[in-house]
């Protein structure tokens, strides 16, 4: 009573083929290295999955975080833009007190831009290593 059977030996890039009995416990690999080359194989994808997994906690995170920065943003380009013009229509002020009010306007939409660029950058990021498009903000 000595049947047996062929199977392939489970570490993928070796191609032996192990005799195995028809009793006991079946072998998963040709021998002590390919367990071993299996068993940093495991190791080697299990880290690769959580740091996938922290990149993207941390790429929602940035995408949460962006949305209440971006909706300041919004209030006060909505100011500023109201101050500028109201220098503009003022007889009194002279250009350079308008070009200080549009110079701070400016950085006030250059920082809402910066906001926008790194709210897409994130999303971006999200939606590749999660792999699907874009998901709404939770
Ligand atoms: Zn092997």
């Known amino acids: 009573m000595t049947a047996t059977t062929a199977t392939a030996c489970e570490y993928a890039p070796c191609s032996q083929v192990i005799e195995r009995a028809a009793t006991g416990r079946p072998p998963r690999y040709c021998g002590p290295n390919c367990r071993q080359a299996a068993h940093r194989e495991r190791v080697r994808l299990a880290e690769e999955a959580a740091a996938?997994?922290?990149?993207?906690?941390?790429?929602?995170?940035?995408?949460?975080?962006?949305?209440?920065?971006a909706e300041g943003y919004?209030?006060?380009?909505?100011?500023?833009?109201?101050?500028?013009?109201?220098?503009?229509?003022?007889?009194?002020?002279?250009?350079?007190?308008?070009?200080?009010?549009?110079?701070?306007?400016?950085r006030c939409v250059d920082a809402f831009e910066r906001v926008a660029l790194e709210y897409q950058d994130a999303a971006d990021e999200a939606a590749a290593l999660a792999g699907h498009d874009r998901l709404p903000v939770t």
């Not at 996938?52 to 920065?69: E, H, I, N, Q, V």
């Not at 919004?74 to 549009?102: I, K, N, T, Y």
């Open 52 to 69: 996938r997994a922290a990149r993207l906690a941390s790429a929602r995170a940035t995408t949460r975080a962006a949305f209440p920065r």
């Open 74 to 106: 919004v209030s006060s380009v909505g100011d500023l833009a109201a101050e500028a013009f109201r220098v503009m229509a003022d007889d009194q002020s002279g250009r350079p007190v308008m070009w200080a009010a549009f110079r701070e306007l400016h």
